[in-house]
């Protein structure tokens, strides 16, 4: 919306008169109604459980409705450790999630393997499979944390066009909505990584 | 609660043929244990669960042990010896005969409200012959801890009723728990911004021949 529309939108409400755009109203129904999917991974998910309890109240976001089903979920939160066994049934569930779907990895672990980063059998970030939209850092990360990357997740679901190039995913036919699911290998995950999602970080040297 | 002394005679006594022999225990706790033959394992599990003043008839505990080196405290695998500390990762694989891999279980009596005793279970070498009896036939609360043990470390129990791999998945090859596993991917095999990390991966160029060394001296592979 132009700047002048902006003020003249303002100007209207004070006057006692609501506009809107199709685009805003899309948008702000899309996003505070964000469903999650109900799976933890790790002591991530506690924290998890604390933001959507009483105190912490993730319902007034309106993503109280943790779905125990894919099909129904709007966001995975990739609460913990991804280990490679379990990286394969991560994708797969995103995989069966209707668009429009977002992802926010939770936790050092999802983001980047954490702790256990060095280890033989947990996924180096969930990002190498999945498109993350908000990573949080944490060990675990707060409630607080949790709430700021919902805030930040529909910060970006209200900035979303419905034209356009910059449409999102689910608004452009071509676009893939399912990714590639790993195979459980002889030493780890094959392929280590998907390359339409993720590419390793490249050398930069200090000058 | 009967000492590991008495104990040891009664086994002995019971089972003449049952090899026994108490290991010590230098550290703080000076928690002794006993180390069984392979061979007779399984009877001496039976009779330490049966006997009516020992009735150790809880596992709490099973776990592994890789002696890599061949520094064993006091045991039946005889070392070679000479071959001195291997630092180096990777290098204690192929002289086989050196080192073994241990079962370590933890025994109470819930009717006699006493224990631990300590069982420790060793096969001949790290490579070729890692067989041990199962004592899940004795203690049911084996089973699981037995195939994690056969996960991570490659020891086969021989009559465990369903050996498989526990925790990685099927097809996984090498056993992530002994001392020399290499890791196939890295965190260090992709660059990063820190420029001493390449240097430090030139080491570990032979990464991959070590890993396929390990699956063929895999018994099951």
């Not at chain 2, 890599?68 to 045991?75: C, D, I, V």
Request: glycine letters at 8%; charged letters at 20%; aromatic letters at 8%.
């Amino acid at each position: 919306m132009e700047v002048t529309d902006q003020e003249l939108k303002i100007d209207l409400q004070k006057q006692g008169v609501l506009m809107t755009s199709l685009n805003e109203l899309y948008n702000w129904g899309r996003k505070n109604s964000v469903w999650p999917l109900q799976f933890g991974l790790a002591c991530c998910a506690i924290e998890m459980i604390a933001a959507s309890m009483a105190r912490y109240d993730l319902a007034r976001f309106g993503a109280e409705v943790f779905r125990p089903s894919p099909r129904q979920a709007d966001l995975m939160i990739v609460a913990g450790t991804v280990t490679k066994k379990m990286a394969p049934q991560v994708v797969r569930l995103y995989n069966q999630m209707a668009e429009p779907k977002y992802v926010i990895a939770m936790g050092a672990c999802a983001i980047s393997g954490g702790p256990f980063k060095q280890g033989y059998n947990v996924l180096k970030g969930i990002d190498r499979y999945l498109p993350v939209d908000v990573h949080i850092p944490g060990c675990p990360p707060r409630p607080e944390a949790l709430l700021h990357a919902f805030m930040t997740l529909q910060n970006k679901i209200a900035s979303q066009p419905l034209t356009g190039p910059a449409r999102p995913r689910h608004l452009r036919a071509g676009a893939p909505s399912e990714f590639s699911v790993p195979q459980c290998g002889p030493h780890g995950l094959v392929p280590p990584s998907n390359p339409a999602v993720w590419r390793p970080p490249t050398a930069a040297q200090a000058g | 609660m009967e000492t590991l002394e008495e104990i040891c005679f009664r086994i002995k006594t019971a089972l003449p043929a049952a090899r026994v022999e108490i290991i010590p225990n230098a550290s703080p706790c000076g928690q002794r244990s006993l180390l069984l033959g392979r061979e007779q394992g399984l009877a001496v599990a039976t009779f330490l669960r049966d006997d009516p003043q020992l009735r150790l008839d809880y596992c709490s505990n099973v776990t592994g042990v890789d002696w890599l080196e061949p520094s064993l405290p006091q045991g039946f695998v005889q070392s070679p010896s000479s071959a001195g500390l291997k630092k180096e990762a990777g290098e204690g694989l192929g002289e086989s005969g050196t080192g073994c891999l241990e079962a370590v279980y933890h025994l109470f009596s819930m009717a006699h409200k006493n224990g631990p005793v300590v069982l420790r279970l060793r096969t001949e070498n790290r490579l070729a012959a890692v067989r041990l009896p199962s004592l899940t036939p004795v203690w049911r609360s084996c089973e699981f801890q037995e195939r994690e043990i056969f996960d991570l470390f490659g020891i086969v129990f021989d009559g465990h009723p369903d050996l498989r791999r526990l925790l990685m998945w099927e097809g996984f090859q090498g056993f992530p728990m002994r001392r020399d596993y290499l890791v196939a991917d890295d965190f260090e095999c992709e660059p990063t911004p820190h420029g001493d990390v390449p240097k430090r991966m030139s080491p570990r160029q032979g990464c991959a021949e070590v890993i396929q060394k390990t699956a063929t001296a895999d018994p099951r592979v």
